[in-house]
């Protein structure tokens, strides 16, 4: 069973980084044909998605966040992590780190049923 967990602080500032931590169990990170995303939901907006890592180590970025967000990760701890620079309120959102077959569904507005497999989320709040 596949099973990921999203860590990381919940309350960031304004004009800093946020970093996220996903760590995956049942599955190793570089299996091959597994790409592991990050998703947030702003209030009211739909899943967008942010980016992806591949199993072999490859970056993909939603451009419209791509200036700001690097991914990346650590194999040894089965993780795969998210920084998204120069924060404002605007990035408020739920947080999920996703794994699956796929990750870029052909549009930057995603629904849960493209990707196998979610972590529960976590809120990250932007402070002004």
């Known amino acids: 069973q596949v099973q990921l967990r999203e860590s990381g602080p919940r309350l960031v500032k304004s004009s800093q980084t946020l970093s996220l931590s996903c760590t995956v169990s049942?599955?190793?990170?570089?299996?091959?044909?597994?790409?592991w995303s990050w998703i947030r939901q702003r209030p009211s907006e739909e899943l967008e998605w942010m980016g992806a890592i591949t199993y072999g180590g490859a970056t993909y970025y939603n451009p419209y966040l791509k200036s700001r967000s690097t991914i990346d990760r650590d194999t040894s701890k089965n993780q795969f992590t998210l920084e998204l620079s120069s924060v404002t309120p605007a990035d408020t959102a739920a947080y999920y780190c996703?794994?699956?077959?796929?990750?870029?569904?052909?549009?930057?507005?995603?629904?849960?049923?493209?990707?196998?497999?979610w972590g529960q989320g976590t809120q990250v709040t932007v402070s002004s």
């Open positions: 049942g599955e190793s990170i570089t299996t091959s044909g597994y790409y």
């Open positions: 996703v794994g699956g077959s796929v990750y870029y569904t052909g549009s930057y507005y995603v629904k849960r049923e493209d990707y196998d497999y």
